[in-house]
């Protein structure tokens, strides 16, 4: 099994959530999803109360949060489960 298609646990969202509460970032949690070839670093898609909704990369290892983009039309977030139709 690879290491992305691994779930996210619920003790690492609760610390990816600690991660971002620190950082001060507030919003809905929509999407948690692990970064390939990682087990200590996920992409979380948020949104925010007027429903925007952006990607950010975090880092448990490196205790970090990046943003990475906003989610449009143009750009997209694919989850794994896409594949399964």
Same mark, same amino acid.
């Given at each position: 099994?690879?290491?992305?298609?691994?779930? *996210?646990?619920?003790?690492?969202?609760?610390? =990816?959530? /600690? #991660? %971002? !509460?620190?950082?001060?970032?507030?919003?809905?949690? $929509?999407?948690?999803?692990?970064?390939?070839?990682?087990?200590?670093?996920?992409? *979380?898609?948020?949104?925010?109360?007027?429903? =925007?909704? /952006? #990607? %950010? !990369?975090?880092?448990?290892?490196?205790?970090?949060? $990046?943003?990475?983009?906003?989610?449009?039309?143009?750009?997209?977030?694919?989850?794994?489960?896409?594949?399964?139709?």
């Amino acid at each position: 099994m690879n290491l992305a298609d691994k779930e *996210v646990t619920q003790i690492e969202m609760m610390k =990816i959530i /600690a #991660l %971002f !509460r620190k950082e001060g970032f507030k919003g809905e949690y $929509e999407t948690f999803q692990r970064v390939s070839g990682t087990d200590r670093e996920f992409f *979380v898609v948020m949104s925010n109360e007027q429903g =925007i909704k /952006a #990607l %950010f !990369r975090a880092s448990l290892m490196l205790n970090a949060v $990046e943003f990475q983009y906003v989610l449009d039309d143009k750009h997209t977030f694919v989850t794994e489960d896409a594949d399964a139709s």
